[in-house]
């Protein structure tokens, strides 16, 4: 069992930046696959970031490729998603995924991921 929190959302002006956080419990945090989707309101969640246990690369959707950062620091059992050059586009409420078992092919599914966090609100406005 794993549990996820989410933190670092808040309000930032376009062009901006944001870290988020999410703070993992469990001892066997880094044998997980870890994620950030996002969801806007009236659209469906989707995938943001990923970094698998297995290996340092880091996987990234097309809109946030070279503005996002994914990483991981096992030994305080986070993952972090730093955001830069903010769009209101970027806008929507931000979680984060684990998953002990996925394979490469699901890792931009939500449903593949059996433990997630409460959400945290990005919002980019002026």
């Known amino acids: 069992q794993v549990q996820l929190a989410e933190s670092g959302g808040g309000l930032v002006q376009p062009g901006g930046s944001l870290t988020l956080s999410c703070a993992a419990s469990?001892?066997?945090?880094?044998?997980?696959?870890v994620a950030w989707f996002r969801q806007a309101p009236g659209k469906e969640r989707e995938f943001v970031a990923a970094?698998?246990?297995?290996?340092?690369?880091?996987y990234y959707a097309d809109s946030v490729k070279g503005r996002f950062t994914i990483s991981r620091d096992n030994a305080k059992n986070t993952m972090y998603l730093q955001m830069n050059t903010l769009t209101p586009e970027d806008a929507a409420v931000y979680y984060c995924?684990?998953?002990?078992?996925?394979?490469?092919?699901?890792?931009?599914?939500?449903?593949?991921?059996?433990?997630w966090g409460q959400g945290t609100q990005v919002t980019v406005s002026s």
């Open positions: 469990g001892r066997t945090f880094n044998r997980y696959t």
């Open positions: 995924a684990a998953d002990a078992h996925l394979i490469l092919s699901s890792l931009r599914s939500p449903p593949a991921y059996d433990y």
């Open positions: 970094l698998r246990a297995t290996n340092s690369n880091p």
